[in-house]
T-cell receptor, first 116, second 112 residues
Framework: NAGVMQNPRHLVRRRGQEARLRCSPMKGHSHVYWYRQLPEEGLKFMVYLQKENIIDESGMPKERFSAEFPKEGPSILRIQQVVRGDSAAYFC??????????????FGPGTRLTVT | AQSVSQHNHHVILSEAASLELGCNYSYGGTVNLFWYVQYPGQHLQLLLKYFSGDPLVKGIKGFEAEFIKSKFSFNLRKPSVQWSDTAEYFCAVKRNTGKLIFGQGTTLQVKP
């Protein structure tokens, strides 16, 4: 069973360009979470999605950031008009439908975004 | 503000030393608690978790953690560390919708 997959692993963008980060959850998982890790900081929650639905976007910046998890295909985190402050590691995690005490989020390897 | 705090940002130990990493949270009510580890160049892996029951939780690789409700703490311990335990350790609390709130992380360096 393949783990959570993220691509690209490294992404370099110039200021003002768009960044698209992809996340394929583990097989059978219908819940996807995105987190951002800025240098010298812990992971910060951004958004929680289920298929075709945004459940919690309380951690998403109000502008330039969007996320989707379509019925088919990977989840996409999109950052428009990137700025240097967007440089960070972006992690995706997935989980199966909630099953009480067995709850666990499985993390992908992350995408390291560098804005030049 | 509600948060998760890890007191030690950087810990250096010799092999066979005992380890304790502090974690405090400020959320009330029922909490679900986790410790994740990130080895160099790898993704986050779950070490252990607490949902209910015995407050002393045993995880993988000889790690354990104790949930002390009165102190809002969930400290991670290992009696004898190995060089291979060198990694970054994150404490996290699960919130209502399922999102995890992480502490800022502790970098552990074990000297051979």
């Amino acid at each position: 069973n393949a783990g959570v997959m993220q691509n690209p692993r490294h992404l370099v963008r110039r200021r003002g360009q768009e960044a698209r980060l992809r996340c394929s959850p583990m097989k059978g998982h219908s819940h996807v979470y995105w987190y951002r890790q800025l240098p010298e900081e812990g992971l910060k929650f951004m958004v929680y999605l289920q298929k075709e639905n945004i459940i919690d976007e309380s951690g998403m910046p109000k502008e330039r950031f969007s996320a989707e998890f379509p019925k088919e295909g990977p989840s996409i985190l999109r950052i428009q008009q990137v700025v240097r402050g967007d440089s960070a590691a972006y992690f995706c995690a997935s989980s199966p439908p909630s099953d009480g005490s067995s709850y666990e989020q499985y993390f992908g390897p992350g995408t390291r975004l560098t804005v030049t | 503000a509600q948060s998760v705090s890890q007191h030690n940002h950087h810990v250096i130990l010799s092999e066979a030393a005992s380890l304790e990493l502090g974690c405090n949270y400020s959320y009330g009510g029922t909490v679900n608690l986790f410790w994740y580890v990130q080895y160099p160049g790898q993704h986050l892996q779950l070490l252990l978790k607490y949902f209910s029951g015995d407050p002393l939780v045993k995880g993988i690789k000889g790690f354990e953690a104790e949930f002390i409700k009165s102190k809002f703490s969930f400290n991670l311990r290992k009696p004898s560390v190995q060089w291979s335990d060198t990694a970054e350790y994150f404490c996290a609390v699960k919130r209502n919708t399922g999102k995890l709130i992480f502490g800022q992380g502790t970098t552990l360096q074990v000297k051979p």
